[in-house]
Structures are given as structure tokens and as C-alpha cells.
């Protein structure tokens, strides 16, 4: 007889949600939470709280990743099926970017405690440090320390945009864990994501299987000129670093505008002049760039040319560039038999979908390391994400959730 399905609770899964969500509220709308601020360290708290309200068994470990554990029956050998995300923000976020796949492994850890049962392995609700990658880079760190991609050390003495030590404010907020990272091994690995772009929305669907995520290259550019009078100077004599910085920022875009669609993505999304005034030619502009291609050879093609440019272009306004790497991923081909899974769910339920590849950066991929690993997106209204206009719909919600649940109780069936 095959056991009964279990149900998800929709009702506590929104509800967690939207609590969430009021942490870090801006007083202008959004939320943020940026990775070990005070803010980051009360949404923690909270979900640290409901684990443990669900008698999962708590584990912090040294670059700070929580994991919330309802023990199995033994009936698979003692690695957990792990179901992850983040719940660190961007300035201004939505409610739902990371947030959403963390409190869906809650509520399917949930569903199997309000059922009295216990799934033959144990489940690990995950949620990771530092995803965003915004106040220290690179973007992923917790995930990627726990798949041995980054040095534990590495990681705890990273300098932060506003000059803090990682390892500092991880343990100022009290999540310096003791547990060693990936002593936690999982199974395998399910993340549900909002899409946070528009293809599903666009083409009427209700899930997306994810099976690759697109490669990203971020760096940091710094041009040194010279400061001089902006009324005397005569245009041919200045070093003008603000202007080749937007030289870059022009080419870039020039770069991409011929690439056909799915293909290389470029954004600088931050960009500081000094000395930062009105009739002051600037010595210095520091901006970064972020390259994402869900092909290698074309990502590191778009890398090429972007620092042939570089050289050309010092060259040519009498300026000194710097470039310093701040994350490079490969593209990632997600497990097959996990996206079959994923896509036998969201069939099984009823659910219209599509396979397709993400464009935002996940956890997921850092553990597709050390475990197989696949996502299940849900639609994003009008593609809109890292905003506080950040929308799903709760339908859509729940749906998403229910699929994961449905992936994990079938996975665990099979096992
Ligand atoms: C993470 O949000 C990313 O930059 O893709
Ligand atoms: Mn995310
Ligand atoms: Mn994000």
C-alpha cells in the first residue's frame, strides 16, 4: 500500500512568510536583511526559533549556515535529504528571493510532523550564509565554504564594502557556529526559487525545472587618474577616470546588444566617483562589473574582450586600471534524475512547466559540488526581483511548495 500523501500546511507557510518579511522592513517598503547585519541576525533568530518549535535539531556551523534537522527512520544511511536557500536580502528586497525555498523546507518538514510520520532519511532544512554576496563577496559563500569551494579561513577574513571582517560580525551576532562546514553531507539537494525573471509568466506556466544555472564572473574596476579643474582643463589634456568608467559601462552594453537572447548578460550595478564633486575632474572611479552567460566558452569570450578594452582604453586616456576578481562560476548542469523527479511532480500534480536554466546565482549550485542538486522555480510578476515590488502570487505559492513536498516524498519513497 503506498503511505498516504502528506499535506502541506498553505495557511502557516504564507503567514511564515510574510513574518519573515517584516524583519528589516524599510520604512519606504522592501525589507533588508544584508548578510550579518542586525537585521540578518533577527530574521535568523526567528527561523532558528520555528525550527526548533518543530523539534528539529539545530546545527550553526563556522561560516554561520543554520540547519534545522527532523531525524529519519534509518531506513537510507544517515545522509539527509537537504532542502535549502538563503535568507540574507539585497537593500530593499522583496520577501520571497531565498526566503520562500527555506520556509518551504520548513513547511515540508512540517507536513511529515503534523502526520506523525518519519521519512526513512533524515530531511535538513537549510539556510546559508551570504547568498546575496552584496556587503562581502564572493556571492554563495556560506554554500560554498560547505561544499569545500572556499577555505573556512578564506571566508571568516573577507573585507566587507564597509570595511568589517566577515568573521567579526559572525560572530558579533552570535552565529559563529562550531560545527565544521559539510559535515552536514546531504543525500541530495532541493532548492524552490522565485524565478526573479519572465519567462514563466510570460508563457503561462506554473513551474519552472530547473536543470542549469548560467555561469557568472563578477569584478571589481578601479581607475586611477588625475583630479584637476573641470572650467581650465582643456578635454585632451584630462586623465577623467569618471569617463572611463562610463566608457566601460558603454561598451559593455554595446558588447551585449548584438548577443542573441539567453546569451551574455552585463551589468554594473555599482559605480563611485572621488572626490566626488561637481567641478572636480575625478581621480578615481571604482565600479564593478557582473558577466553571466550559461555558456563557459562565451562567458570567458565576454571576459576577453572586456580586458582588451581595458588595456586600450588606459592607453588612450593616459589612466591606470586596476581589476580585481570578486566571483567566478562556471555554468552548472544540474542532476538529471532530480529534474526528472522535479518534472514527474509538477505532472503528477496537474501543473503546466517547462525546463529552463536560471539566471540568478543560487545555493544550489555550490552544492551541486558535493551532492546531486536541481531547482523548481515559480513565476515572478512582470519578472521583477532584488525590488520590493518582488511578487508571486500565494496560489502560485503554495503550488510551488507543493510540488517540492511532493519531489521529496517520492525521492524518499524511492530511496
Ligand atoms: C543572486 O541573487 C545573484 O546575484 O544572482
Ligand atoms: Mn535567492
Ligand atoms: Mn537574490
Same mark, same amino acid.
Given at each position: 500500500?503506498?503511505?498516504?500523501?502528506?499535506?502541506?500546511?498553505?495557511?502557516?507557510?504564507?503567514?511564515?512568510?510574510?513574518?519573515?518579511?517584516?524583519?528589516?522592513?524599510?520604512?519606504?517598503?522592501?525589507?533588508?536583511?544584508?548578510?550579518?547585519?542586525?537585521?540578518?541576525?533577527?530574521?535568523?533568530?526567528?527561523?532558528?526559533?520555528?525550527?526548533?518549535?518543530?523539534?528539529?535539531?539545530?546545527?550553526?556551523?563556522?561560516?554561520?549556515?543554520?540547519?534545522?534537522?527532523?531525524?529519519?527512520?534509518?531506513?537510507?544511511?544517515?545522509?539527509?535529504?537537504?532542502?535549502?536557500?538563503?535568507?540574507?536580502?539585497?537593500? +530593499?528586497?522583496? @520577501?520571497?528571493? /531565498?526566503?520562500?525555498?527555506?520556509?518551504?523546507?520548513?513547511?515540508?518538514?512540517?507536513?511529515?510532523?503534523?502526520?506523525? %510520520?518519519?521519512?526513512?532519511?533524515?530531511?535538513?532544512?537549510?539556510?546559508?550564509?551570504?547568498?546575496?554576496? *552584496?556587503?562581502?563577496?564572493?556571492?554563495?559563500? /556560506?554554500?560554498?565554504?560547505?561544499?569545500? /569551494?572556499?577555505?573556512?579561513?578564506?571566508?571568516?577574513? &573577507?573585507?566587507?564594502?564597509?570595511?568589517?571582517?566577515?568573521?567579526?560580525?559572525?560572530?558579533?551576532?552570535?552565529?559563529?557556529?562550531?560545527?565544521?562546514?559539510?559535515?552536514?553531507?546531504?543525500?541530495?539537494?532541493?532548492?524552490?526559487?522565485?524565478?526573479?525573471?519572465?519567462?514563466?509568466?510570460?508563457?503561462?506556466?506554473?513551474?519552472?525545472?530547473?536543470?542549469?544555472?548560467?555561469?557568472?564572473?563578477?569584478?571589481?574596476?578601479?581607475?586611477?587618474?588625475?583630479?584637476?579643474?573641470?572650467?581650465?582643463?582643456?578635454?585632451?589634456?584630462?586623465?577623467?577616470?569618471?569617463?572611463?568608467?562610463?566608457?566601460?559601462?558603454?561598451?559593455?552594453?554595446?558588447?551585449?546588444?548584438?548577443?542573441?537572447?539567453?546569451?551574455?548578460?552585463? &551589468?554594473? /550595478?555599482?559605480?563611485?566617483?572621488?572626490?566626488?564633486?561637481?567641478?572636480?575632474?575625478?581621480?578615481?572611479?571604482?565600479? &564593478?562589473?557582473?558577466?553571466?552567460?550559461?555558456?563557459?566558452? %562565451?562567458?570567458?569570450?565576454?571576459?576577453?574582450?572586456?580586458?582588451?578594452?581595458?588595456?586600450?582604453?588606459?592607453?588612450?586616456?593616459?589612466?591606470?586600471?586596476?581589476?580585481?576578481?570578486?566571483?567566478?562560476?562556471?555554468? *552548472?548542469?544540474?542532476?538529471?534524475?532530480?529534474? !526528472?523527479?522535479?518534472?514527474?511532480?509538477?505532472? %503528477?500534480?496537474?501543473?503546466? +512547466?517547462?525546463?529552463?536554466?536560471?539566471?540568478?546565482?543560487?545555493?544550489?549550485?555550490?552544492?551541486?559540488?558535493? #551532492?546531486?542538486?536541481?531547482?523548481?522555480?515559480?513565476?515572478?510578476?512582470?519578472?521583477?526581483?532584488?525590488?520590493?515590488?518582488?511578487?508571486? !502570487?500565494? #496560489?502560485?505559492?503554495?503550488?510551488?511548495?507543493? *510540488?517540492?513536498?511532493?519531489?521529496?516524498?517520492?525521492?524518499?519513497? @524511492?530511496?
Amino acid at each position: 500500500m503506498p503511505e498516504p500523501t502528506l499535506a502541506l500546511d498553505a495557511a502557516r507557510l504564507l503567514a511564515d512568510i510574510r513574518a519573515l518579511g517584516a524583519v528589516g522592513a524599510d520604512p519606504g517598503g522592501g525589507r533588508t536583511r544584508i548578510a550579518l547585519s542586525d537585521a540578518d541576525q533577527a530574521g535568523r533568530d526567528l527561523l532558528v526559533r520555528w525550527m526548533r518549535e518543530l523539534g528539529l535539531q539545530v546545527h550553526i556551523d563556522r561560516i554561520g549556515n543554520v540547519f534545522g534537522i527532523l531525524p529519519g527512520s534509518g531506513g537510507g544511511d544517515a545522509r539527509p535529504l537537504m532542502i535549502g536557500s538563503h535568507i540574507d536580502t539585497v537593500r +530593499h528586497a522583496g @520577501a520571497l528571493d /531565498g526566503c520562500y525555498g527555506v520556509l518551504a523546507g520548513l513547511a515540508v518538514a512540517r507536513a511529515y510532523r503534523s502526520a506523525g %510520520r518519519t521519512p526513512r532519511r533524515p530531511i535538513a532544512v537549510a539556510a546559508f550564509t551570504n547568498e546575496e554576496g *552584496v556587503r562581502y563577496q564572493p556571492d554563495m559563500m /556560506g554554500s560554498l565554504v560547505f561544499a569545500g /569551494g572556499l577555505s573556512l579561513d578564506a571566508a571568516l577574513a &573577507t573585507v566587507g564594502t564597509d570595511g568589517t571582517r566577515l568573521g567579526e560580525e559572525l560572530a558579533r551576532i552570535g552565529y559563529a557556529g562550531d560545527l565544521a562546514p559539510g559535515a552536514i553531507a546531504p543525500h541530495a539537494y532541493l532548492e524552490l526559487h522565485i524565478e526573479q525573471g519572465p519567462v514563466l509568466e510570460a508563457e503561462g506556466l506554473q513551474i519552472g525545472v530547473v536543470e542549469r544555472l548560467q555561469g557568472i564572473s563578477w569584478q571589481r574596476i578601479t581607475v586611477h587618474g588625475t583630479a584637476n579643474h573641470a572650467g581650465t582643463t582643456p578635454t585632451r589634456l584630462r586623465h577623467d577616470a569618471g569617463y572611463a568608467a562610463c566608457a566601460v559601462v558603454a561598451f559593455l552594453r554595446e558588447q551585449v546588444a548584438s548577443a542573441a537572447p539567453g546569451s551574455t548578460l552585463a &551589468t554594473t /550595478g555599482s559605480l563611485r566617483l572621488a572626490p566626488d564633486l561637481i567641478n572636480v575632474i575625478p581621480r578615481q572611479a571604482t565600479f &564593478t562589473v557582473d558577466l553571466r552567460d550559461p555558456d563557459e566558452a %562565451r562567458l570567458q569570450a565576454a571576459e576577453q574582450q572586456l580586458a582588451d578594452f581595458l588595456v586600450q582604453l588606459a592607453e588612450r586616456e593616459g589612466v591606470v586600471i586596476e581589476t580585481e576578481r570578486l566571483a567566478r562560476f562556471a555554468p *552548472v548542469v544540474f542532476d538529471a534524475g532530480l529534474a !526528472d523527479a522535479i518534472e514527474a511532480s509538477a505532472r %503528477r500534480l496537474g501543473c503546466t +512547466h517547462r525546463r529552463m536554466t536560471s539566471g540568478a546565482g543560487h545555493d544550489a549550485q555550490m552544492v551541486a559540488r558535493i #551532492a546531486p542538486a536541481a531547482m523548481i522555480f515559480v513565476p515572478s510578476q512582470g519578472g521583477i526581483s532584488h525590488n520590493p515590488r518582488e511578487h508571486t !502570487d500565494d #496560489a502560485q505559492l503554495v503550488l510551488g511548495a507543493q *510540488v517540492l513536498l511532493d519531489v521529496v516524498q517520492h525521492h524518499l519513497a @524511492a530511496d
